[in-house]
């Protein structure tokens, strides 16, 4: 497999990276060398040995040995014709560019099929949860009904900020704009158009249909106010940014509205730059894809999946190797109860109806056991902090 | 693709029953025929025309024409013969049978790499939650750290129960045991069997490596406490019966133990008969899978997309059709806020501050915006209850 890389920022790098670091594993995983053969930005970042560089896409599409061309420059115009360019030449396409997908999609799709090479786009949604396979291939047996998301890190992240630390939205949006959580253009994220993108690639695959973008109904977070969120809160909600698409009688129905979900809800759970995608359908009723929206790795994580994707592999490899190595994990916070004051470290405790109840801080059980000795007591494992 | 079905239980019949209704659509999607041809049971269920009932395995193996033999009947023994026997004539396999693999994966994996053939089993962790797949595919970047899960939603139910309803272990198992909830042979479930096969399935793919299953560590839920588990809610914690396997410095740790889960943790919110998977690695982080981990059609829907994974599809379709139906969805339940009472159909509302906040009825917007005609006022959307 040979791959040119065109875009070498954040997510490019970090695709790079990964294919250098991983080199090895992933050759014997898909039976295949993995050789990236080009980086192709406009400054060179400093690539590793074999790499070429070069300022000129044309080079990487003019190559017939390149089987994959990975698009990571982003925006509606370049990135377009360097993917139109690659399909023509019978190259496979890995792209994250969900504002190009959900503009001209149906003009790429169609391009691609008439050629019979494939465009994949798992990064496109949700960073590197993967969710844009899994619908279109584990969920393949259903109907699906309905698509609800938090697919806006940026956003929940402010609307988290606004929660936790009592803040209205334009000091939430100063704090993350900080951090350097926001687009440069903040209206793709502020006003739900970067979400919009994202349900309209959900809601393609999802519906099987092309349409006009133009057609989603858009409401961003500007409006939300601290006060609302408080109001919302003594009835069990929290405020979301919720992009969703559903089966209607007469139409699709897609939008992206900010709205009240029940803190009992695991989508109201969703905090801080978090993303979801919830799938109900008619055979395995609703599944939820959670993880990280965004970041180099995380995004070049499902770049690399598809990357390997386009290697048509036959069998799944089996190769592992017999352990006898298999212990229970030991180390780990713990739930005590006695009927004793006990001499443990602890982070929390309390007494009550003449019990002692601990959390241990994180130690190990054999350890913590031979403190306990001659104590009668409760023990359980205590989750990792997350 | 030519399909046998042996075992037409809960999950065989309902995978018979999605074969049948969806057909065309799934020969759409994988461009070739889909055909059940034999379906394979003590008794007859009732099968669809044309496929043809046998209560003899070996009809469906020594018939050249089957691609892939789907064994639903479970267990360790009739299920492994019929597994090795359709790898042994070159046949894919599709089974949900975790008990097998957690015993004798190695050996079933070794014969079907040496015949070239595959062997899926989507469906035997999870139910119908995608997550076999995504781990060895969509993460195939990564080097999986940890893998943590609610494996079992039985005993998440029972555990469910007792919190929600005040009961103790005993009683909570007695009204599971009613529902039919519980396996036949209890102590797979209680004991943490089940959830230990299916760890044991998750670990193999994750670390790649091939291990005793007996070598598993696992506690059930039976000495789980009412008094504990309200001892543990007092400190922020659920009790869940959580299976983990993770990468340690000289060993695979790998149990399954009951665990205090911190209520804020998206883990602590899984309910009821619900499974999650949370799957740690240094790209792409935490990700998470959450849905129903059993049921006819929420298993079925596992194994259908397993079956049609044997067919080595090249290309994505994209034959999708252009609409312009595209609108918002305007059927909600709303948050509305204003200065004075309003005279809306609601399902809650307060005031305070001089301020009136509803949560209105599930209805439609624009009819809801016009009897606020004329009224200042805050609109938000409210998430349906699930």
Same mark, same amino acid.
């Given at each position: 497999?040979?791959?040119?890389i065109v875009g070498?920022g954040?997510v490019g790098?970090?695709t790079?990276?990964?294919?250098?670091?991983?080199?090895?594993?992933?050759?014997?995983?898909?039976?295949?060398?993995?050789?990236?053969?080009?980086?192709?930005?406009?400054?060179?970042?400093?690539?590793?040995?074999?790499?070429?560089?070069?300022?000129?896409?044309?080079?990487?599409?003019?190559?017939?040995?390149?089987?994959?061309?990975v698009e990571l420059i982003?925006?509606?115009? +370049?990135?377009?014709?360097?993917?139109?360019?690659?399909?023509?030449?019978?190259?496979?396409?890995?792209?994250a560019?969900?504002?190009?997908?959900?503009?001209?999609?149906?003009?790429?799709?169609?391009?691609?099929?008439?050629?019979?090479?494939?465009?994949?786009?798992?990064?496109?949604?949700?960073?590197?949860?993967?969710?844009?396979?899994?619908?279109?291939?584990?969920?393949?047996?259903?109907?699906?009904?309905?698509?609800?998301?938090?697919?806006?890190?940026?956003?929940?992240?402010?609307?988290?900020?606004?929660?936790?630390?009592?803040?209205? +939205?334009?000091?939430?949006?100063?704090?993350?704009?900080?951090? %350097?959580?926001?687009?440069? =253009?903040?209206?793709?994220?502020?006003?739900?158009?970067?979400?919009?993108?994202?349900?309209?690639?959900?809601?393609?695959?999802?519906?099987?249909? +092309?349409?006009? +973008? =133009?057609?989603?109904?858009?409401?961003?977070?500007?409006?939300?106010?601290?006060?609302?969120? =408080?109001?919302?809160?003594?009835?069990?909600?929290?405020?979301?940014?919720?992009?969703?698409?559903?089966?209607?009688?007469?139409?699709? %129905?897609?939008?992206? /509205?900010?709205?009240?979900?029940?803190?009992?809800?695991?989508?109201?759970?969703?905090?801080?730059?978090?993303?979801?995608?919830?799938?109900?359908?008619?055979?395995?009723?609703?599944?939820?894809?959670?993880?990280?929206?965004?970041?180099?790795?995380?995004?070049? /994580?499902?770049?690399?999946?598809?990357?390997?994707?386009?290697?048509?592999?036959?069998?799944?490899?089996?190769?592992?190797?017999?352990?006898?190595?298999?212990?229970?994990?030991?180390? /780990?916070?713990?739930?005590?109860?006695?009927?004793?004051?006990?001499?443990?470290?602890?982070?929390?405790?309390?007494?009550?109806?003449?019990?002692?109840?601990?959390?241990?801080?994180?130690?190990?059980?054999?350890?913590?056991?031979?403190?306990?000795?001659?104590?009668?007591?409760?023990?359980?494992?205590?989750?990792?902090?997350?």
């Amino acid at each position: 497999m040979i791959i040119g890389i065109v875009g070498l920022g954040t997510v490019g790098f970090g695709t790079l990276d990964i294919l250098t670091k991983e080199k090895e594993r992933l050759e014997k995983e898909i039976g295949e060398e993995v050789v990236v053969k080009y980086g192709c930005a406009l400054e060179n970042p400093g690539l590793p040995e074999g790499v070429i560089y070069t300022t000129d896409f044309h080079d990487v599409l003019d190559d017939e040995s390149v089987d994959v061309v990975v698009e990571l420059i982003g925006g509606l115009t +370049f990135a377009k014709t360097i993917i139109m360019g690659a399909i023509e030449k019978g190259k496979h396409v890995v792209t994250a560019n969900k504002a190009l997908l959900a503009h001209d999609g149906q003009e790429i799709f169609t391009a691609a099929k008439e050629k019979g090479v494939n465009v994949f786009y798992e990064a496109s949604v949700g960073g590197g949860i993967p969710v844009v396979v899994p619908a279109k291939e584990s969920l393949i047996a259903n109907n699906i009904k309905k698509i609800e998301g938090i697919l806006n890190g940026t956003t929940n992240f402010i609307l988290t900020l606004m929660e936790t630390d009592n803040l209205d +939205f334009k000091e939430a949006l100063a704090i993350a704009q900080d951090l %350097g959580f926001v687009e440069a =253009d903040a209206s793709l994220d502020l006003d739900g158009f970067d979400a919009a993108h994202k349900i309209a690639i959900l809601a393609m695959n999802a519906f099987h249909i +092309f349409f006009d +973008f =133009d057609k989603i109904h858009t409401t961003g977070i500007r409006q939300v106010t601290k006060q609302d969120m =408080d109001y919302a809160k003594k009835l069990g909600y929290r405020i979301k940014l919720i992009a969703q698409a559903e089966k209607l009688d007469n139409s699709i %129905g897609i939008d992206v /509205s900010p709205t009240l979900v029940p803190m009992s809800d695991i989508v109201g759970n969703v905090m801080q730059a978090y993303n979801v995608v919830e799938i109900t359908s008619d055979y395995v009723e609703n599944v939820l894809f959670y993880g990280k929206g965004a970041g180099r790795y995380v995004t070049a /994580s499902a770049v690399v999946s598809d990357i390997m994707k386009t290697h048509n592999k036959e069998l799944w490899t089996h190769d592992y190797t017999y352990t006898d190595a298999i212990t229970p994990i030991e180390d /780990s916070r713990f739930y005590v109860r006695s009927s004793q004051p006990l001499d443990i470290d602890y982070e929390e405790s309390y007494s009550m109806d003449d019990q002692y109840i601990y959390i241990t801080t994180k130690q190990n059980l054999n350890a913590l056991k031979l403190q306990l000795s001659g104590v009668k007591y409760t023990l359980l494992k205590v989750r990792d902090e997350k």
